[in-house]
C-alpha cells in the first residue's frame, strides 16, 4: 500500500522539473512544422493560426512542440506565443497591450493599483527607507574578473565578437 | 529618436535658463542684453548634464540601489548570490564596461522582477529565478540588465526627470555623501524613476543590445526572447507580474521587435543554454518554494 502510494510520489517529485517545462502555446502565423530545428529542415506538416500546440523543449530559435493530432516537429520561436492565445495578439502584440491597458494596471502614472495579494509595487519602493547597509553586504558575494573567466571556462563557454544589432527598421 | 530628444533637452534647458533670466530681467529696467552671462549658464546646463565621472556614478548608484534594497530583503543564499555574481561578472566583461565593480543580487521577494542602477549594481528576485529554465536565459536577463548601466539609461532619465536642481547640484558641487541634501534628492529621485519605470526605447535597447551580449559570453542568446516567451505565457492578472507590467513594454511587443533580428542570431543558436548547471544552482531554492 505505501509503496503504490509512494511509487507516483517520487515520480512526481523528480519529474515535475521536466514536465512543468511543457507548456501551453498558440501557432500565430500559418506555419510549416519541420522534422528538425533548421530552415531547410524537411517539411512533416501544416499548422493554422492560433492551432493550440503543446511546447516541449527549445533549441536556439526553434520550438519543439505536439500539437492536437499528437503530431511532433520544430517550430520557428517567433512562429508562436506561450499562452492560450488570449495573449498571443498578433505580431505587433496589440491584443496583448490592449487586454493589458483594460486591466487597468498601466497607464501614464505607472502607479500600480493593488487588489489581493500583493507582491513589491511602485509604492513599496516610493516608501522605501533606503537600506545603506544591505548595499555594504553586496560586496560579499562580488566575483573578480579572473574567478568568472574561470567559472566560465568549466563549462565550455567562449568568447565571440559580435557587433551590435541595428534597430529594426 | 531617443538622440533626439536628448539632443532637445540639451538645447531646451539652457535656453529656459536664459527664459528666466528674461522674465527675471523683465522686472529690472535698463535691461543690459550683454550682461547676461550666456557663458556660464551654458556651463552650468553642461555640467548639469554632462558626462558624470565613475566615482560619482558609483555613489549615485549605491544611493539607488539602497532605494531597491530598502524595499525589498537580499536573499539570504549564499550560494546562489555567487552563482548570479559569477554569471554575471561573466556576462559583463562582454560589454564596454567590463572594468566595472559588477554587483548582482538576489532579492528575496515572489515577484518577477529585474533591476539595475547607475555604477554596475543588478538585482534578480527570486520569483523571476524560479521562472527561469537555462542559465543562458539568467545570462540574457542580467544582459540585459548591464545594457542599462552600459547605456547610463538611469543617469539620463533621473537627470532629465528630476527637476533642475538636482541636476545642477550634481554637476557643480559633485555627488558627496555627506550632503545629506544632495543623497536625499538623490533617492527621491530614483524612488519616482524606479516606481515609473524607464523609457520604452531604452527597455528596447536593452533587449537588442543584451541578445547580442548574451552571444559574446558563449550562452544561446535565445535566452532573453525565451524569457519573454514565458512572461507572454502567463496570465496577465499574475500579480507577480503587476509591477513588471506597469514599468516595461509588453512582452509580446518587446518579443515583436527582436524577432526581426532572430537569423542574425542563428549563427550563435547551438552555444550552451546550460540547463543542468542552473538547475543544480537553484534545486534548493526549487524545494523552499
Redesign the interface.
Known sequence: MMRRLLLPLLFALFLSPLQAQEQGATVLLDSLLRAEPYIDAEVIGKLKARAPVTVVERSGGWYQVRDSRNRSGWLRMSAIRLGDGSSAGGDSGIGQTLRFLSTGRSGASGVTVATGIRGLDAADVANAIPDHEAVRKLDRHRTSAAEAQRFARSAGLRSHQFDYLKEPQ | MRKDTRLTIRLLLPLSLLLGLFSLSACVKDLDLERIDLGQVLNTAQQAFGEVDVQQETLIG??A??????????LEN?PL??Y????G??VA??TER?DL?????V?D???I?AFAAPGG?ILI?K?LLLKL?S?AELAGVLAHETVHVVRKHHLAAVQQGARLDLAVQLGRAGVDEKHEETMEKL?RGF??L????LDKNDE??AD??G??IA??????P?GL??VL??L??????D??L??L???HP????????L????D???P???????QQ?F?QQIASL?SRS
Request: net charge positive.
Open positions: 549605491k544611493e540601489v539602497s532605494v531597491l534594497l530598502g524595499a525589498v530583503p537580499l549564499d548570490q555567487r548570479v555574481n559569477q554569471v561578472h561573466w566583461l562582454h567590463s565593480a559588477w554587483k548582482f543580487a532579492l521577494s515572489p515577484d522582477n549594481y528576485t520569483g529554465q542559465e533617492s524612488k519616482e524606479y516606481a515609473r519605470g528596447f535597447e537588442r543590445m541578445v547580442v552571444a559574446r559570453a558563449g550562452y544561446d535565445y526572447p525565451a516567451q514565458t507572454a505565457g502567463m496570465s496577465p492578472d500579480t507577480s503587476a509591477f507590467f506597469s514599468t509588453a512582452p509580446a511587443r518587446r518579443l515583436s521587435l524577432e526581426r533580428l532572430y542574425r542570431l542563428d550563435y543558436a547551438r552555444q550552451p543554454q546550460l548547471r538547475e526549487r
